[in-house]
């Protein structure tokens, strides 16, 4: 039976949007950056690229993907742009190992790109004043006190801590474990395999080559976490701070799939394989809830357990997602982001998902292998899920 797998992946280290290292680098040329890597490392010629697929959010259309593939010279490779918000990165992997199982397509790229840096301003005009709104952001779902449609501190974060009776002083505890578990990564050298090194100019005009995550912090503390203000304080018993909420940043992340007959006749290394991928609708007001109903809708449609998954990425897009998470489903919190996410490592909204993948992937082959689902919320009232084995 022929299976979807994972022959290589790449991905920049992330940087703090607006003042970090990729502050001036377009989400085009990050785009380009990871995928060129990911098809070298790949060993692929890109002529045998069928397509790419690029999850990108609030970066105003168009298709990066196709953007990258014309800047490399592979005029014959289709692009895609995907956008399932935060969980766009690992729907492209899942639509991209479709077209694989399906036979339609032999190799594709599939990836995401965010820069918070340089989202786009837009503007629309308004239907009941007749004015032009100078700064209008898509909305993820229609509004409501319940579910704000542009504050996901209230919609995520709150909302999932009231519901699993979440402390704030909980909260803090899995941001400052975050952060910890990503310095230890980035001082092991974990990430090195991930990252391909970019040389750009950063938020102060320096030229430097950026090949480290940027958003973890050091010397963290309980106690400096517990000093933050909360972003609601009109709102009473508000646990969510900007240190138990992921980051605002900029990154681009690419993985190369293809079959596992593709890959052994052209002598490929394998990663992962591509056991199941899947997504579901919550209502809005319960996006952070999300995560528990698409786990256990891809161990239904793949026929695996809770006990068969060795480790789990759950994206941090605040602290309260992944340890409500573990609270519903029972999960050893040990075996959830060993490595760090969204609070530490940071969040690039379409390039997370993918980034996932390939840090469970290089993690699960440290320990020797297993099984692994990368999962996270996403906006509108939805999240993803993949299912891999390593």
Request: a negative charge; one cysteine or more; hydrophobic letters at 45%.
């Amino acid at each position: 039976m022929t299976a979807a797998v994972i022959v290589s992946a790449a991905r920049t280290a992330i940087g703090t949007a607006r003042k970090g290292s990729l502050a001036n680098t377009s989400p085009e040329q990050m785009a380009a950056t990871v995928i060129e890597a990911a098809v070298s490392r790949s060993g692929l010629g890109p002529d045998l690229i069928d397509d790419i697929v690029m999850a990108e959010s609030l970066q105003g259309g168009g298709a990066i993907a196709r953007h990258a593939a014309v800047e490399l010279g592979m005029l014959n490779t289709a692009g895609m742009a995907l956008n399932r918000h935060c969980a766009g990165g690992l729907s492209a992997i899942g639509v991209a190992a479709a077209s694989i199982l399906t036979g339609m397509e032999n190799v594709v790229v599939a990836g995401g790109v965010n820069s918070g840096s340089l989202f786009v301003r837009m503007q629309q005009r308004n239907l009941v004043t007749g004015e032009t709104d100078d700064w209008w952001l898509p909305p993820t779902h229609p509004d409501s006190a319940e579910a704000p449609n542009r504050d996901m501190s209230i919609t995520v974060g709150w909302n999932a801590a009231k519901a699993m009776g979440l402390t704030r002083a909980e909260l803090d505890a899995w941001a400052l474990r975050s952060h910890e578990r990503a310095i230890a990564g980035i001082d092991d050298g974990r990430f090195e395999a991930e990252i391909v090194a970019m040389h750009v100019k950063n938020a102060a005009g320096e030229e430097v080559d950026f090949k480290v995550d940027e958003f973890p912090r050091r010397g963290g503390s309980l106690e400096k976490l517990a000093a933050l203000p909360v972003i609601h304080p009109e709102i009473e018993g508000f646990s969510i701070t900007a240190g138990n909420s992921s980051g605002l940043n900029d990154a681009a992340a690419a993985s190369v799939v293809t079959s596992d007959a593709f890959a052994r006749s052209h002598g490929c290394n394998v990663l992962a394989t591509i056991l199941g991928w899947t997504s579901v609708g919550i209502d809005p007001a319960e996006t952070g809830l999300s995560v528990p109903k698409v786990v256990h809708k891809l161990l239904a449609r793949t026929g695996r357990k809770l006990e068969d998954v060795r480790l789990w990425e759950i994206n941090e897009a605040f602290a309260a997602v992944p340890l409500a998470a573990c609270r519903a489903l029972g999960l050893d919190e040990d075996d959830v982001n060993v490595s760090g996410s969204g609070c530490s490592l940071g969040h690039p909204i379409g390039a997370s998902g993918t980034r996932m993948v390939m840090t469970l992937a290089n993690d699960l082959k440290r320990r020797g292998g297993g099984l692994g689902i990368a999962t996270m919320c996403a906006g509108g009232g939805q999240a993803g899920a993949v299912l891999i084995e390593v």
